[in-house]
Each structure stands twice: as C-alpha cells, then as structure tokens.
C-alpha cells in the first residue's frame, strides 16, 4: 500500500476527504495514518478517544468501481475481518471489534457514489494499541496492552490489517461474486454473539427484548430472531433493523448501538 503518515491530524477520514474534494489524487490502496489523532469521528457523530502515540488511526482508500453501490456493504466486512484477524477478536455488527466483551476498534466507512459505481470509498479505522485508561465516557473499552500485558508497534498492527485489507479487495476485484459469497461466510462466523439469545433494545420504541442473530442481509441489515413467546411457545416472526435502529445491552447494562 502507499503510505503518507501525518505527524498530527484532528482525522485521517476528514483529512482523506477533504483532500479527495480539492481534487488531489492518490492510487487505489492508499492509507493515511497517524498516532496523534486529535478528533476522530465514530459513526453519526460519536466521538473516537485516542491517547497520543499510543494508538493507531489510519484511513485506506480504495476505488471499487467494479462494485455496484448496493454491494458497499462488503467493503465494511473485510475492514473488520482484517482487522478481527489482527487482533483476535468479534465483529460487532457493523462496524465494532469486540475482544472479551471490551470495544478495541472502531470503524468509519465513507463512499463516494457516482451513478451506478462506486467512485472510491475511505475506510476509517482506530484501533487501541497501547492504551490503558480513557478519560470519556465510552463503556466498555479495552486495547491489545489490556488484554495481551504485551507493548506493541502501532504502526506495525496498522501494516498487518492493511496487508489483510488488501488480500480481500484484490480477491474481491478478481471474482466479485465469489467473494463476497466467502467473506460473507467468514463475516457471519466471527460475528459477536453469534449463537444463543441476547438482550437488545428496539431504538425507535424502547422495548426491551431477547433475540438471536438470524442473520445480515447484503445491504447490511440486522435480522433479528425474538425469543419464543412465554405463553404459547412460539417464535414471533423475526425483525430486520438498519445500523442505529437497534441497541446491544452490554454486560455492563449500558445499550450500544
């Protein structure tokens, strides 16, 4: 990949874009990184704390023209296996890496749509490296230093996710269809309480309920399997949910989206 790594920036996907806007070109496999991110972005307006020189904040941009943009949503599964791969952990749908019930990365997804392609897309990634304590007000974070007592190179977890990155894209570049087949595949087998009942919580109405993961649509969409009903034994019919309009109830009790 080419690499242009910033001293210090308030965000690697602003910065990306931004430069994207005014028109500057950069090959496909591009990243932007940087251990000072001083204002990162999480999904619809979060936040994304990253203590200096400790952690890792990089931004690949990629241009999959030969994807049709109701297929973005592969992008956003071989940016969390790769990094699921690197750090050992369980994709939370759609855009968490979970490791024992602890948040390590984050992930922002930007496309840029022209007509039926898709002109390039940034994939925003923060991982938690080195970190030890966090000062806002994210429930349940955790880094690879927390869970291993091991010191790591930020930049060099950076280099083995882009490696994957890149593995993936170029496979899915080569034969889209069977691609995306397969990582769909890998996706759901590594995807965060997988298997069993769970509490979640309905965003729009606030009811409370236990469901299991039936399964993620193409587009994205939760599909969600409610628990049998308590007094004639049978299961509702299951509900679909885009990003946001549904929240996890952590171990903590704090609901996540």
């Known amino acids: ?11 690697t996907n602003t910065w990306l874009l931004d430069a994207l806007n005014r028109g500057e070109e950069f090959p496909d496999e591009t990243v932007v990184w940087t251990t ?3 204002a990162g972005r999480g999904q619809t307006g979060n936040s994304w704390e990253a203590e200096p020189d400790r952690n890792i904040s990089f931004s690949v941009l990629l241009k999959p023209e030969f994807l049709a943009p109701r297929d973005q949503f592969v992008l956003s599964q071989i940016t969390a296996l790769s990094v699921a791969h690197v750090v050992n952990g369980l994709i939370k749908w759609p855009n968490d890496i979970f490791v024992n019930e602890g948040k390590i990365c984050g992930i922002l997804i930007e496309h ?3 007509g039926s392609r898709i002109s390039h897309s940034v994939l925003g990634v923060g ?3 080195n ?3 966090w ?8 880094s690879l230093k927390l869970q291993t007592g091991l010191e790591y190179v930020p930049q060099e977890v ?7 990155i890149t593995a993936y894209y170029r496979q899915l570049r080569t034969c889209p269809e069977l691609a995306r087949q397969q990582i769909h595949q890998e996706f759901m087998s590594r995807l965060y309480r997988r298997k069993g009942f769970y509490p979640y919580v309905d965003a729009a109405t606030g009811e409370a309920f236990q469901a299991s993961i039936a399964g993620i649509e193409p587009d994205g969409r939760l599909r969600l399997q409610p628990s049998a009903d308590n007094r004639t ?3 509702p019919s299951e509900r679909v949910y885009w990003f946001k309009d549904v929240k996890f109830v952590l171990p903590c009790g704090v609901t996540k989206e």
Do not use: Y
Request: with cysteine; net charge positive; charged share 15%.
């Open 233 to 235: 034994g049978q299961l």
């Open 112 to 114: 840029k749509l022209q």
């Open 158 to 164: 950076m280099e083995q996710v882009c490696a994957k």
């Open 127 to 129: 991982i938690n490296v």
């Open 1 to 11: 990949m080419n690499q242009i790594h910033l001293d210090e920036v308030g965000s």
């Open 135 to 142: 000062v806002g007000s994210a429930p349940n974070p955790t």
């Open 131 to 133: 970190q030890t304590r």
């Open 36 to 38: 000072r991110q001083t």
